[in-house]
């Protein structure tokens, strides 16, 4: 094992749900690793972006990542999540293999601006372009290479977060550029930003429930029968608490 | 059109989004038949079920329930849910192959206590034999049959309401039954139950997190990773309100 191989993790956990996208409802690990190309204005998990919070992030090898999630799992094969931060800014390939070899599954969560030739060893590559309110802009030549990296195994879905009408555009714009793709409309919950990095931010229901009406409602008027709308279920499960 | 092929109607809605199971998010007009040959303890709509309310049922024809399909859609092809009360005691095959000709796709949601033919005709058929909470008793002979009904076309899951270890334990005998199923664990809502037949329910979130909580925590403890735990969400989102 070489230093090249070392993957830079902010928090390893689970069992617990998949709280958003395709996978929503089912048993994962999640592996977060630490850094992130992107700085969207309403992220949620800032401990895993800051460079402040690198101090935080533990180098690990691919098979001692192996070994934390088989702990965790009993032994039991069952689905891991990259997430992060920008997953693919870590060499995740080695840990995907060896995982794939004990009859474990794997799924990214990224914004796809970084395209890895590992995407290509996923069953799942949630693709996640940040819309305006995120305060990013998307590179879509760079999403382009991230789908050619992917190639034709993996499923690949477009998962995207609306706060406001800019995103819902922003997404049907998407939706438009990539027809193939199934879409998945997340609404955004924005106590994160009005929280600050350093607090514990408390959820506000009945605001992530005007939300989704809202936004169940555009896609109604809208006739975007090909959309999938839903919350984040870990937000209204467990708030900010992390490791759930 | 013979009486023979007029389908009770308790109400058709949407579009709105479906709240449960595998398709949880997906935009769907529902149509909801009236009339069950069940009465689940903690059943959320007595108003399609019990006797005392079929006046309120319309006698509808495929060709009028079509129309109002495509009224609330605009014309543009979605995914209908057929629901009930227990949809296969209506003859809803001639709907289905009316909607199919222009492009609908369809689900089911029954018990699984009585096998039709046209099973084999939809896109889905979610079955969802009910747990002791239910004060119901599956006859899987008859279950069975229903499997056989749908033959290899429809994409066939399992959905198993859990209030209690005594509903877990059901799921996970039925899922040992019918390994080849997905299986889809949702969390109970005693509201229904509590407020009685004709009280609007308040939704107590705080209980139904608790629930989710549980159910996440028992599946996470038994290594059960086939499974995909959901809340209704559409209860969280709207709470007893009908038609959304």
Known sequence: MTAKDTIRVSEIFGPTIQGEGPLIGR???????????????????????????????LPMTPSEIMTRIEELSGGMPLLVTLSGGNPALQPLGALIDLGRTRGYGFAVETQGSVAVPWFAAL????????????????????????LESAGPNPRCVLKIVIFDDADYDFARQASTRYPSLPIYLQVGNPAPLKAGEFCEWPVDEADLRRRLQWLVGKVAQDRWFAATV???????????????
């Open 27 to 57: 048993p994962t690990v999640f592996v977060r690793t630490g850094g992130c190309d992107y700085r969207c204005r309403w992220c949620d998990t800032l401990y895993a972006v800051l460079p402040s919070h690198r101090g935080e992030w």
């Open 230 to 244: 839903l919350p984040q279920l870990h937000v209204l499960t467990w708030g900010s608490k992390r490791g759930v």
């Open 123 to 146: 069953d799942w590559v949630v693709l996640s372009p940040k819309a305006p309110s995120s305060a990013m802009t998307t590179d879509w030549n760079a999403f382009d290479a991230c």
